[in-house]
């Protein structure tokens, strides 16, 4: 795959997410996981989304069991985190960082960036307006640390 706009992902409600609707925007495409020690991250994804999505903005969040930190379903991850952080943002059905079984969006991401395996939840990936990777960053990346690269991707 050449574009972040090949790719596609589904859903937990069961609705396909053709990348091709998120040209022209920023992306911040998260692995999450609701028993991490980082899931209260969410709540700063969250407030991102609700703050810059008019201007262009999105989050995505892929959950991974891939550390075993994920609830036992998809429906039971939805509801966790709608209820404990509000989350309104797309939610992926489960998927893998690593592996055999990786995701190719993970794939592409990786390689665009120059960086190995996904080391732990919540490494995130900021995609510009143009599709391109703008930069990988850390679990313990706090999503208020990212901010000031959100708005200047947002300002291009």
Request: aromatic content about 12%.
């Amino acid at each position: 795959m050449a574009s972040i706009y090949d790719f596609s992902e589904t859903e937990m409600n069961g609705f396909t997410i053709d990348f091709n609707d998120y040209q022209g925007k920023v992306l911040l495409v998260v692995n999450t996981a609701s028993k991490c020690g980082f899931a209260p991250q969410l709540a700063g994804l969250e407030e991102l989304y609700q703050k810059y999505h008019d201007q262009g903005f999105e989050v995505l969040g892929l959950p991974s069991n891939q550390f075993h930190q994920e609830l036992d379903s998809d429906k039971a991850t939805s509801d966790y985190c709608q209820m404990h952080y509000g989350v309104t943002f797309p939610m992926t059905k489960r998927v893998a960082v690593n592996g055999d079984e990786e995701d190719p969006l993970f794939t592409y991401l990786k390689s665009a960036v120059g960086h190995g395996r996904i080391k732990w939840n919540f490494t995130k990936f900021l995609i510009g307006r143009d599709g391109q990777v703008i930069e990988r960053f850390a679990p313990v990346t706090k999503p208020e640390k990212i901010e000031p690269v959100i708005v200047k991707a947002l300002e291009k």
